[in-house]
């Protein structure tokens, strides 16, 4: 049988140390549209905004970025999608995808894994939300007339880079 040892109870100085490390203020987020502009050099619709809470998502380094909390288990931002604007269609093999609207309104289409041309649509507004599960192509569409503001939950601290199938227009464009 093992033994539960006390830990001893945090001191008020520790307290105001750790709350203060887990807070990321919105005055202080800062709206990344570099991250993603290799999709917007493909082609302009692709144009969106990364908006770090937690962790880096999937778009790749961002941990000399100081501003932003260290990731366990899952990573948080939020994504500006002007109006017209299109998530192209992406697969995170490695880990599900929650997309929860905040402003504006969303198509989200899920693509059939074996022929991409096959697909699901549905239309998402104010606090909806949808899960993607891993390995399932997913694409998003500003259908509104306003930007969408929206948060992307990954579910893992260290997500892999997505993938681009072949019915994306993304396949085969790379970060450069």
Not at 16 to 35: F, G, K, M, N, V
Not at 66 to 93: K, Q, V, Y
Not at 148 to 164: H, N, S
Request: glycine share 8%; net charge negative; with cysteine.
């Amino acid at each position: 049988m093992t033994e539960h040892v006390a830990q001893p109870a945090a001191r008020p100085a520790d307290l105001e140390a750790l709350i203060d490390s887990c807070i990321a203020a919105r005055e202080t987020r800062h709206e990344d549209w570099d991250t993603l502009g290799f999709q917007a050099k493909a082609d302009e619709r692709f144009r969106r905004a990364q908006i770090r809470y937690i962790g880096s998502g999937a778009t790749g380094n961002h941990e000399t970025d100081g501003r932003i909390l260290p990731a366990d288990h899952f990573t948080f931002s939020n994504m500006r999608l002007p109006a017209g604007a299109i998530g192209p269609e992406h697969t995170h093999h490695d880990v599900e995808e929650v997309f929860f609207v905040l402003e504006g309104e969303l198509e989200v289409t899920v693509h059939d894994v074996e022929d991409g041309t096959k697909t699901a649509s549905r239309m998402l507004g104010y606090r909806d939300l949808v899960r993607v599960p891993a390995g399932v192509p997913r694409s998003l569409r500003n259908i509104g007339d306003t930007d969408a503001l929206f948060c992307v939950v990954i579910g893992t601290g260290r997500p892999q880079l997505p993938t681009y199938p072949p019915t994306s227009p993304m396949h085969g464009v790379t970060r450069d």
